[in-house]
């Protein structure tokens, strides 16, 4: 028996009966040979890491464009937090960790630079619209690995596209807004106890909201720190899914509607707030701007983005403008449309 099949007999032995085994995955897009240490989802998650789109992800926003200081959130510190919030919850609940880490690593590797004001860029230029865990999908499935893709399994696959609808359901009730597996489901919801609690403490941090203007409610509910907040809402989740015996996950009427509450709070205060909205405009202009040069200039897109069969301008602009980090858009911006010194030879 080898490692791996050791790891997959634990699984068996000690898993919730609803868990995602390793040994049942519904397998890969191009069938591989297993490995004799790593299961599948491990192998996953090794792939992820190690991903040049992953590494990319210290240098895109999260909510903050360009900061100054250092203890801003950047899009790759939110997904470590999604990740070890969701490993938290899933082996609370007897499910697999590995499959849940390797779903909330991979969730955002298709965001564009500059959040959410790139975001809706590229959502209003592109033919068809744009979503960032649409793009995520196929960053493992086409864009990675010069053009081969990840190869990844399809409960990793399919947790990634279904971790996020905006504004959304945390809990989705419809059967077609989540995850096939509840590792998937758990992403989704620890994606959000992430980031409206780093989104709010970054806010605070940078002075654009003060603790006196959050409601309340949000602070005698959840908590009033960042680490109770947090505690609150696994907890939660945690003790609630248990008593479905995990036939759904679950949270409180007592602490879901005061989640609900909080975003909606990020929202007008912060993610819409007149403070920030004058930079996601400098930062969507740079991104139209870019976008349509390289739609005329075709041949300047990198060449290490992978091309299909069948050539699409918009398809290969998106690509590239999706995968660009905050200072490489910058800085790519002033070398085309900012004069440049002369150098004298």
Not at 65 to 93: M, N
Not at 110 to 120: I, K, N, R, V
Not at 138 to 148: A, M, W
């Amino acid at each position: 028996m080898t490692i791996r099949e050791q790891t997959e007999e634990i699984e068996r032995k000690t898993f919730h009966p609803r868990a995602c085994l390793s040994s049942q995955s519904k397998g890969r897009l191009k069938p591989e040979k297993e490995g004799v240490i790593r299961t599948c989802f491990q192998r996953d998650r090794d792939r992820i890491i190690h991903s040049k789109t992953f590494r990319r992800l210290k240098h895109k926003t999260q909510v903050f464009l360009a900061p100054k200081g250092d203890h801003y959130r950047t899009r790759l510190t939110h997904v470590l937090e999604v990740s070890q919030i969701a490993r938290t919850i899933a082996r609370a609940l007897r499910l697999n960790e590995d499959l849940t880490e390797a779903i909330a690593l991979g969730h955002d590797l298709g965001h564009t630079p500059f959040g959410h004001a790139g975001e809706s860029v590229l959502r209003e230029i592109y033919p068809g619209g744009f979503d960032h865990y649409e793009q995520s999908l196929r960053v493992v499935d086409f864009l990675e690995n010069n053009g081969k893709g990840l190869n990844l399994t399809h409960e990793v696959r399919n947790g990634i596209v279904k971790h996020s609808k905006g504004r959304g359901a945390i809990l989705p009730e419809t059967k077609a807004e989540r995850a096939n597996t509840l590792e998937g489901q758990i992403v989704r919801a620890a994606d959000i106890i992430a980031y409206v609690n780093h989104d709010l403490d970054d806010a605070m941090r940078a002075e654009v909201v003060k603790k006196s203007d959050i409601p309340q409610k949000i602070l005698k509910v959840l908590g009033d720190t960042h680490s109770k907040r947090i505690d609150t809402m696994v907890k939660d989740l945690i003790y609630c899914s248990l008593e479905t015996d995990l036939e759904k996950l679950k949270m409180s009427e007592d602490i879901l509607p005061v989640i609900y509450m909080l975003r909606e709070f990020l929202y007008d205060q912060v993610y819409e707030g007149k403070k920030l909205i004058n930079e996601f405009k400098k930062a969507k202009r740079v991104l139209q701007d870019l976008y349509a040069y390289y739609l005329e200039h075709i041949e300047e897109v990198f060449a290490d983005i992978p091309k299909e069969k069948k050539i699409d301008r918009h398809r290969l602009v998106c690509d590239f403008i999706a995968g660009m980090t905050d200072r490489f858009a910058l800085m790519t911006y002033e070398r085309l449309f900012f004069p440049q010194q002369w150098e004298v030879l």
